[in-house]
């Protein structure tokens, strides 16, 4: 049984291992490179080598409620979306909560990790760290990674010709900080990913012209979704997911080109993503028409060439004046702690049993936390992975054999659409919910539905048709919590509490109550119609 546990970062998803690990009795020891903990959360004014970099104004796009772990709500008067600041706070009252700093040695890089020689029989693992300058190793029964996957930038100059002659700035998004940069300024914002929209609506408040220049279009929805709901949970309930995945693609992809097309016609914007076949990241972003209708950011297709002080781009002749570029092309990663034969990173994939074992390995005493781009929050799904895995590093929960689990990893290589449901096939893609409930299945801790509406149908009824909020994958099962229930049934009070801060009364119609009247009595009528 694997007792040492060494967990590399103290991100969202290290916080999740170590505390997970202690609540199985594994002995967590945590190795985070900078000086403190909350991983990509925590903004800095410079960019720091190895960890993630926000700008100033980052917001979480997916809400408090659907984000938290799923113990530990985000206090109440925190607003729906959540600012980094407030972000790392949550993070920080986390580790405190459950006691997890005496776990953590900051300024601590991994340096490597590699397999003991007797590796076959004991599974363990060597872990040599550096330390203000000084080099340290100790032998670990297993290890957990959790070094995110945001921290390397994706910059292909080479798909940029001339950029070697412009005479203006060029930078990654990754370094962005601040828009003030962009005062008076021409702009340019490749790539039309979160960042660079998010980038672009800064930058149109202080510049002269802002382009976003964008090659395969994206649906961009706001976070202020149906009358007004956050939209992740109006989104993610298990009843929508059900209804998709028993859809043909097809009809899900229209499905959703009509519900995306609601806030606006994303045609008539430049917009609409080119290939619906398979889903793409949507863009959240609360103000981007704004802008493009006001004429403060003009969208464009891709980069035809680069010159000293201006660019052309693709299909339109006319050349663009440009003083700053901001290549917000997204990120690669890697394991440079591990050697390729234990985690090899291939077109932006790893061989990854359930995004999270190695499928070759002899033992499963490595795993790789929050490697996955799920349609919802990292945060409960690397905590969900964590909880199974401990389980895994304990022996309680075993592994199916190695062949089954290289062809699982082969299949999802090929990215072959199911032909239902919304098409998860670029790397890293996941449903949310089917995912998550897989690993709850492992550990039983999958909330039983069925049962569920004949014992508290209540609670049954806002689990299926209500958001599927984290503290649903707590009320049963190892690390239940006994708060888990009250907190799914107060959630919309949680989320309304920071929007409603007046308090006001609402005329009841008198035509809706004509309405429910004539409802109520045509259900009447099919009763009695039925029984006649
Ligand atoms: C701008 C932005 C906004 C986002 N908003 C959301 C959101 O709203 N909701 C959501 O769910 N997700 C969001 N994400 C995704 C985000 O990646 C996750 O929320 C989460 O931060 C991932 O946590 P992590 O612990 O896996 O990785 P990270 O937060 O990147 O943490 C990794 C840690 O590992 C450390 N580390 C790396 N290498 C080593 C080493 N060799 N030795 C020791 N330590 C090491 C790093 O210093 C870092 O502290 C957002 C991402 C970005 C870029
Ligand atoms: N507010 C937030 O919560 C927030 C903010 C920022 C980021 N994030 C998260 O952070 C993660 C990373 O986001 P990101 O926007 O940095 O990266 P991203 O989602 O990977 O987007 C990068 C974009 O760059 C473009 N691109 C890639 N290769 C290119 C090439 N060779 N030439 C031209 N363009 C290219 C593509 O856009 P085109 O097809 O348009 O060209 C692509 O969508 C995402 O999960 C995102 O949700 C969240």
Same mark, same amino acid.
């Given at each position: 049984?694997?007792?040492?546990?060494? &967990?590399?970062?103290?991100?969202?998803?290290?916080?999740?291992?170590?505390?997970?690990?202690?609540?199985?009795?594994?002995?967590?020891?945590?190795?985070?490179?900078?000086?403190?903990?909350?991983?990509?959360?925590?903004?800095?004014?410079?960019?720091?080598?190895?960890?993630?970099?926000?700008?100033?104004?980052?917001?979480?796009?997916?809400?408090?409620?659907?984000?938290?772990?799923?113990?530990?709500?985000? #206090?109440?008067?925190?607003?729906?979306?959540?600012?980094?600041?407030?972000?790392?706070?949550?993070? @920080?009252?986390?580790?405190?909560?459950?006691?997890?700093?005496?776990?953590?040695?900051?300024?601590?890089?991994?340096?490597?990790?590699?397999?003991?020689?007797?590796?076959?029989?004991?599974?363990?693992?060597?872990?040599?760290?550096?330390?203000?300058?000084?080099?340290?190793?100790?032998?670990?029964?297993?290890?957990?990674?959790?070094?995110?996957?945001?921290?390397?930038?994706?910059?292909? $100059?080479?798909?940029?010709?001339?950029?070697?002659?412009?005479?203006?700035?060029?930078?990654?998004?990754?370094?962005?900080?601040?828009?003030?940069?962009?005062?008076?300024?021409?702009?340019?914002?490749?790539?039309?990913?979160?960042?660079?929209?998010?980038?672009?609506?800064?930058?149109?408040?202080?510049?002269?012209?802002?382009?976003?220049?964008?090659?395969?279009?994206?649906?961009?929805?706001?976070?202020?979704?149906?009358? =007004?709901?956050?939209?992740?949970?109006?989104?993610?309930?298990?009843?929508?997911?059900?209804?998709?995945?028993?859809?043909?693609?097809?009809?899900?992809?229209?499905? $959703?080109?009509?519900?995306?097309?609601?806030?606006?016609?994303? !045609?008539?914007?430049?917009?609409? #993503?080119?290939?619906?076949?398979?889903?793409?990241?949507?863009?959240?972003?609360?103000?981007?028409?704004?802008?493009? &209708?006001?004429?403060?950011?003009?969208?464009?297709?891709?980069?035809?060439?680069? @010159?000293?002080?201006?660019?052309?781009?693709?299909?339109?002749?006319?050349?663009?004046?440009?003083?700053?570029?901001?290549?917000?092309? =997204?990120?690669?990663?890697?394991?440079?702690?591990?050697?390729?034969?234990?985690?090899?990173?291939?077109?932006?994939?790893?061989?990854?049993? @359930?995004?999270?074992?190695? !499928?070759?390995?002899?033992?499963?005493?490595?795993?790789?936390?929050?490697?996955?781009?799920?349609?919802?929050?990292?945060?409960?799904? =690397?905590?969900?992975?964590?909880?199974?895995?401990?389980?895994?590093?304990?022996?309680?929960?075993?592994?199916?054999?190695?062949?089954?689990?290289?062809?699982?990893?082969?299949?999802?290589?090929?990215?072959?659409?199911? =032909?239902?449901?919304?098409?998860?096939?670029?790397?890293?893609?996941?449903?949310?919910?089917?995912?998550?409930?897989?690993?709850?299945?492992? &550990?039983?801790?999958?909330?039983?539905?069925?049962?569920?509406?004949?014992?508290?149908?209540?609670?049954?009824?806002?689990?299926?048709?209500?958001?599927?909020?984290?503290?649903?994958?707590?009320?049963?099962?190892?690390?239940?919590?006994?708060?888990?229930?009250?907190?799914?049934?107060?959630?919309?009070?949680?989320?309304? @509490?920071?929007?409603?801060?007046?308090?006001?009364?609402?005329?009841?119609?008198?035509?809706?109550?004509?309405?429910?009247?004539?409802?109520?009595?045509?259900?009447?009528?099919?009763?009695?119609?039925?029984?006649?």
């Amino acid at each position: 049984m694997a007792k040492r546990v060494a &967990i590399v970062g103290a991100g969202v998803s290290g916080l999740a291992s170590i505390k997970c690990c202690l609540e199985e009795g594994l002995e967590p020891t945590c190795f985070e490179r900078s000086d403190d903990l909350g991983g990509l959360w925590r903004f800095t004014e410079h960019v720091e080598e190895g960890r993630a970099s926000l700008y100033r104004s980052v917001v979480s796009n997916s809400c408090k409620e659907m984000s938290c772990y799923s113990d530990f709500p985000f #206090p109440e008067d925190y607003p729906n979306y959540v600012p980094n600041s407030q972000f790392l706070e949550y993070l @920080k009252m986390y580790a405190n909560r459950f006691n997890l700093l005496k776990h953590i040695q900051f300024k601590t890089k991994v340096c490597s990790v590699t397999k003991c020689p007797d590796f076959t029989v004991t599974g363990q693992w060597e872990v040599v760290t550096q330390h203000e300058g000084k080099q340290g190793s100790a032998i670990f029964d297993a290890v957990m990674v959790c070094t995110g996957f945001l921290t390397d930038p994706y910059l292909p $100059l080479d798909s940029f010709p001339g950029i070697n002659t412009f005479k203006g700035q060029y930078f990654h998004s990754r370094q962005y900080k601040y828009p003030n940069i962009f005062k008076d300024k021409r702009v340019l914002v490749i790539g039309m990913g979160n960042s660079g929209t998010d980038i672009a609506v800064e930058a149109s408040h202080l510049a002269e012209k802002v382009f976003l220049s964008t090659t395969g279009g994206a649906w961009v929805i706001s976070r202020v979704f149906d009358s =007004g709901y956050p939209w992740d949970m109006v989104f993610t309930t298990r009843f929508q997911n059900m209804f998709r995945n028993s859809l043909p693609t097809p009809i899900v992809n229209w499905l $959703l080109a009509r519900k995306m097309n609601s806030w606006f016609h994303h !045609a008539n914007y430049g917009l609409v #993503p080119e290939d619906r076949t398979q889903l793409r990241e949507p863009v959240l972003n609360d103000e981007l028409p704004g802008r493009i &209708i006001t004429g403060k950011v003009l969208i464009k297709p891709s980069i035809k060439e680069v @010159k000293e002080n201006s660019v052309v781009f693709n299909n339109t002749p006319k050349e663009e004046p440009i003083d700053i570029i901001v290549f917000a092309t =997204g990120y690669t990663f890697a394991f440079p702690f591990l050697d390729e034969s234990v985690v090899k990173v291939e077109n932006g994939q790893a061989s990854l049993y @359930k995004y999270i074992f190695p !499928a070759h390995l002899p033992k499963p005493t490595l795993a790789v936390i929050g490697l996955i781009k799920p349609l919802g929050s990292i945060i409960p799904t =690397g905590e969900t992975q964590a909880r199974w895995v401990v389980r895994v590093l304990k022996g309680i929960n075993k592994l199916p054999p190695q062949s089954v689990m290289i062809e699982e990893v082969n299949a999802r290589k090929e990215n072959k659409p199911s =032909g239902f449901g919304l098409c998860y096939c670029k790397a890293l893609q996941a449903d949310y919910i089917t995912y998550i409930d897989e690993l709850l299945t492992y &550990i039983n801790a999958k909330p039983n539905l069925f049962s569920m509406l004949l014992t508290d149908p209540r609670l049954g009824l806002t689990i299926f048709f209500g958001p599927s909020t984290p503290y649903q994958f707590r009320l049963t099962g190892p690390g239940k919590w006994e708060g888990a229930r009250n907190a799914i049934l107060t959630q919309w009070d949680r989320t309304f @509490k920071v929007t409603k801060t007046r308090s006001v009364q609402e005329s009841p119609s008198p035509f809706a109550s004509l309405l429910k009247l004539l409802g109520l009595l045509a259900l009447l009528m099919a009763i009695f119609l039925i029984f006649l």
